[in-house]
């Protein structure tokens, strides 16, 4: 029997040693930032978006908010403005409001969707260590934005207002068949879906980062579903729900996986203007709505983080409720946008 037991044990560490031939293991970093208005509504906002990039130093970053102002190329002038600290990075830009920078080289850059200010989503090749990883940056459309239906404000049609209950306060809206069907009114499921066609058939890692405008799934749970001002809501929330069923995996939920302990709040953040960002002043908006998500074999998450200060704003009071067991990064750098970062760092197995 122990003769047995050691073959077996033998056996045991022989596949798992023949599993590792062949393979490379490559650490690498993302980070998702909405810049607001390419950090226009703070004093300083561009400089700020800088020291927070060389705080944290990742190795790709998608921005989304990206305008151009005046004809001016904002991520060439950022990527001009981290070479003068000494950090180096390559510029991808496809059109639309989103754009990355990459230590490593970029190309193939192509816009899978874009509609005015209704959204876009663009994908690069990033080429790391002799291999490809398909990096998609998403800024999905703000309007119908159905997660204020619950806590009794409209979402963006017919206006932002308060739903009033007749007594000056907020009429919750509780059918999740209705909300749903607000939210569909968005592009957001149109723009989804052209990123799960265009990458459904990439043998490729895919990593795709952004701006979502609408929460996940898995944070509007049985758990939490009197938590937060869901009041009794529990939604299948139509975006993260088709990401999850076409193979991605949010990163934050993966290395977190209790919504209750780790809500994960990137919306509505305090910035150092100093000046309320709340769109909801009679209730509790705070949602996870900016991610990290990824496909592939040979994909681990080492870590990830939220990046920016830890209060949001709660009855439009800026507090720091709920956030003891995330972990920040910048937290004490002046913050320019009304969205916390998300920060990951992953390992990639390699085929050599």
């Known amino acids: 029997m122990r003769i047995f037991l050691k073959v077996i044990l033998i056996f045991i560490l022989f596949t798992q040693l023949l599993s590792c031939v062949g393979q490379t293991t490559e650490e690498v970093s993302f980070m998702t930032f909405n810049i607001w208005q390419e950090g226009t509504s703070v004093p300083d906002g561009f400089n700020q978006i800088r020291d927070v990039i060389i705080a944290t130093t990742p190795d790709v970053v998608c921005f989304t908010e990206v305008r151009n102002y005046n004809d001016e190329d904002w991520t060439t002038k950022m990527v001009t403005a981290l070479a003068e600290k000494g950090h180096d990075y390559n510029r991808g830009y496809a059109g639309g409001d989103v754009s990355f920078i990459s230590k490593y080289p970029i190309d193939s850059g192509t816009q899978i969707f874009g509609n005015s200010d209704k959204g876009t ?69 149109e723009a989804i879906a052209s990123f799960i066609d265009a990458t459904k058939d990439s043998s490729q890692p895919v990593i795709l980062m952004g701006d979502f405008n609408e929460p996940s799934f ?3 749970t049985e758990k939490t579903k009197h938590l937060f001002d869901h009041n009794g809501v529990v939604m299948p929330w139509y975006t993260t729900k088709q990401l999850d069923g076409n193979g991605f995996i949010d990163a934050y939920r993966a290395f977190y996986p209790d919504e209750v302990a780790n809500p994960g709040f990137t919306w509505p953040s305090v910035t150092s203007a ?3 960002t709340s769109w909801t002043p009679l209730a509790d908006e705070r949602d996870r709505i900016d991610y990290i998500f990824y496909r592939g074999n040979g994909i681990t998450v080492k870590d990830i983080a939220l990046v920016g200060p830890k209060a949001s704003y709660v009855f439009n ?3 720091t409720l709920d956030t003891d067991k995330d972990t920040f990064m910048a937290s004490n750098l002046p913050w320019l946008s009304d969205h916390k970062a998300v920060f990951g760092r992953f390992l990639f197995a390699f085929e050599e």
């Open 218 to 220: 898995l944070d509007w």
């Open 274 to 276: 100093n000046k309320s």
């Open 317 to 319: 009071n800026s507090e």
């Open 121 to 189: 989503i663009v994908q690069f090749d990033v080429h790391i260590a002799g291999n490809i990883i398909k990096v998609a940056g998403a800024h999905l459309d703000y309007t119908y934005y159905a997660c204020y239906l619950p806590r009794g404000y409209n979402g963006g049609s017919p206006d932002w207002k308060m739903r009033d209950d007749g007594k000056g306060k907020p009429l919750p809206m509780i059918n999740t068949d209705s909300i749903q069907a607000y939210n569909l009114e968005s592009t957001r499921d």
